[in-house]
């Protein structure tokens, strides 16, 4: 076990910045998932971390010592990645413990090791097994069992789900969950998929462009996106962005207004901003009764119906709007809503949505930095902050 440190690390490739001053403190026993679009920078950054690249600049510490310029091999770390290397005329056994004899550990030591690895991603019994005769979920296990034997302070895995099945994918990461909380090493993950980053980690680390947007837990970063890039890349599907001027009394925008004061928010009239809200934080207004912050009346006309059985997606047009852009959610005009599957809808159809405004963001247009998650106005956030006061007296 040991913590990984990165300060300042910025890797470049002729004219093209991989990684730009990256800054990562990761904790003993973390669970981190660097997570971006494809060629934002997170496999150099393991990369780095791993010791198969060397950064342009900075400094990188696992544990106490400084590895910046140190082998793979005496950085205490393992890898796994999307392709599994198995060798194909070997038996389980013998491709778990291929580092072991190749480092003439003796037999008894060897085989207590792949025993206990084999035990933790549940491939005992099968240690007489060739890579031909098992699935690509068991390759995967072995592969990871093999890196285990090393105990090694530090596990980096490069997208080791990309290529297994979907239901398989999902299984494997209960599976890697469970081997790191048996084992509590440090993990270093990375992949694309904003899902298995959100289900798996105790922080995501988002990057775009080679620079962090944001490290939290994942429900941080889902409830508090630090900008615009992490507020559209985290949740599927992804959130509304209504383009919008700051008012004398709040959000101003050709479709619709949130009324707030802009004092308390730190906003000051003409400000250009964005406006995000969350499918699953938009409500017809039939069903909005239990709503305790609701926004003012939205008119809207339904245009296109997604069933997906837990819910109905339902882009609405706003405004004078003829045409959803499926394609291109911020185009304005449209909002993506999560209905009750059990409530009728028809294309064509006329209804008025309100939003939850405790679960509105604003976003400065101009450089995408959040300004406020929840847009409570101010006299409704004093008379809850009182009745809240009130029932602490009651207790
Ligand atoms: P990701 O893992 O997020 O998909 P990478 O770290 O692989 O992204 O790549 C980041 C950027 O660096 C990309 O623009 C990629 O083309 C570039 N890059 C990565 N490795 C090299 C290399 N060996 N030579 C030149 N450019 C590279």
Redesign the pocket.
């Known amino acids: 076990m040991a913590s990984v440190k990165l300060e300042h690390i910025t890797k470049r490739?002729?004219e093209?910045t991989?990684?730009d001053d990256m800054n990562l403190d990761i904790t003993d026993g973390e669970f981190i998932t660097l997570v971006?679009?494809?060629?934002?920078?997170?496999?150099?950054?393991m990369e780095t971390i791993a010791g198969l690249t060397l950064p342009t600049e900075g400094t990188i510490y696992i544990g106490d010592r400084e590895v910046t310029n140190l082998p793979p091999k005496d950085r205490g770390i393992a890898m796994v990645f999307q392709n599994i290397a198995l060798f194909p005329h070997m038996d389980v056994y013998d491709n778990i413990s291929f580092g072991l004899r190749l480092r003439k550990y003796d037999k008894e030591e060897i085989d207590e090791r792949v025993d206990r690895a084999a035990e933790t991603v549940q491939m005992q019994g099968m240690l007489d097994r060739m890579p031909s005769e098992m699935s690509g979920g068991q390759r995967q296990r072995v592969a990871i069992a093999r890196a285990l034997v090393r105990k090694p302070a530090v596990f980096l895995m490069d997208e080791p789900l990309a290529n297994l099945d979907a239901k398989l994918r999902v299984h494997m990461r209960t599976e890697l969950q469970r081997i790191h909380d048996d084992l509590e090493t440090t993990v270093i993950y990375?992949t694309?998929d904003q899902e298995e980053a959100m289900t798996m980690s105790d922080r995501v680390a988002v990057?775009d462009g080679?620079e962090l947007q944001q490290i939290d837990p994942p429900l941080i970063c889902y409830n508090e996106p630090a900008n615009l890039f992490v507020a559209g890349f985290i949740g599927s599907p992804g959130m509304n962005m209504i383009q919008g001027t700051v008012g004398q009394n709040g959000f101003d925008s050709e479709y619709f207004d949130i009324e707030f004061d802009p004092a308390s928010v730190g906003v000051s009239r003409g400000e250009e901003v964005t406006l995000g809200v969350r499918p699953e934080d938009i409500y017809l207004l039939d069903r909005a009764e239990a709503l305790s912050h609701a926004s003012g009346e939205i008119e809207a006309t339904v245009d296109v119906l997604e069933p997906m059985g837990s819910e109905i997606l339902a882009y609405l047009m706003l405004g004078d709007s003829t045409e959803i852009d499926l394609d291109n959610p911020d185009a304005g005009g449209q909002l993506l809503v999560s209905v009750d599957p059990e409530r009728d809808l028809e294309t064509g159809e006329e209804l008025q949505v309100v939003l939850d405004r405790r679960k509105v963001h604003l976003f400065d247009a101009e450089t995408g930095e959040a300004i406020q998650h929840g847009l409570v106005e101010s006299t409704q956030a004093e008379a809850d902050a009182v009745s809240g006061a009130e029932a602490e007296t009651d207790d």
Not at 36 to 45: L, Q, R, V
């Open positions: 490739y002729g093209v991989a990684v971006g679009p494809s060629g934002c920078g997170k496999s150099t950054t990375v694309h990057i080679g």
